[in-house]
């Protein structure tokens, strides 16, 4: 199985700053998948393939990354990106997801 | 508008069965591989079971094998889970989310609660 760790764990920034969510994986992975999870909703895609946008998502979202480092940035912290974010592979069974990183908003 | 919508959930005793079921609408559910995936409560996401669009690929996680029974009927647009031997562990929200072209889930339900507890 392939582990997913993510950090920080959480992290809290104020509107404005950048934010960077890493995702380190166990082994090697051809892509990693990115979910964003607010209180009390089901999570929704954000990014996929590594680095292309679901719909919807602002541009001030970006990943990137390969192997077994993947990132996530926010380049411009906003109130409603307050959220918690997960990483997930699907390159190899089982699929895995990271154990989320919750960012608050000062 | 692709919408998932799980049922069947709720409050079950140690070793006992619940069926859930997930019906699906605003695409064609018969093109897609579909996904049950649990979150228990304060916790992280933990995929469950995966099924192919015809139902020719199924897998488990190692911790439900055995145990849990994923199927699909295409002709009612739906997916089951169906639990047997549930365990405390077993307590949690249950999602079902399509499978994108890519392998991973791209839309998910509002999820349905599991408790097993006596």
């Known amino acids: 199985e392939t582990v997913l760790t993510q950090s920080p764990t959480t992290t809290a920034a104020s509107p404005g700053e950048k934010v960077t969510i890493t995702c380190r994986a166990s082994?090697?992975?051809?892509?990693m998948h990115w979910y964003q999870q607010k209180s009390g909703a089901s999570p929704k895609l954000w990014i996929y393939?590594?680095?292309k946008l679901a719909s919807g998502v602002p541009n001030r979202f970006s990943g990137s990354g390969s192997g077994t480092s993947y990132s996530l940035i926010i380049s411009s912290i906003e109130s409603e990106d307050a959220a918690t974010y997960y990483c997930q592979q699907k390159s190899s069974d089982p699929p895995t997801f990271g154990s989320g990183t919750k960012l608050e908003i000062k | 508008e692709v919408q998932l919508v799980e049922s069947g959930g709720g409050l079950v005793q140690p070793g006992r069965s619940l069926k859930l079921s997930c019906l699906a609408s605003g695409f064609t559910f018969s093109n897609y591989g579909m996904n049950w995936i649990r979150q228990a409560p304060g916790k992280g996401l933990e995929w469950v079971a995966s099924i192919s669009s015809s139902s020719s690929y199924i897998y488990y996680a190692d911790t439900v094998k055995g145990r849990f029974t994923i199927s699909r009927d295409n002709a009612k647009n739906t997916l089951y889970l169906q639990m047997t031997s549930l365990r405390s562990e077993d307590t949690a929200l249950y999602y079902c989310?399509?499978?994108?072209?890519?392998?991973?889930?791209?839309?998910w339900g509002q999820g349905v609660m599991v408790t097993v507890s006596s």
């Open positions: 082994s090697s992975v051809s892509y």
């Open positions: 393939d590594t680095s």
């Open positions: 989310a399509r499978v994108a072209y890519y392998g991973s889930p791209d839309y």
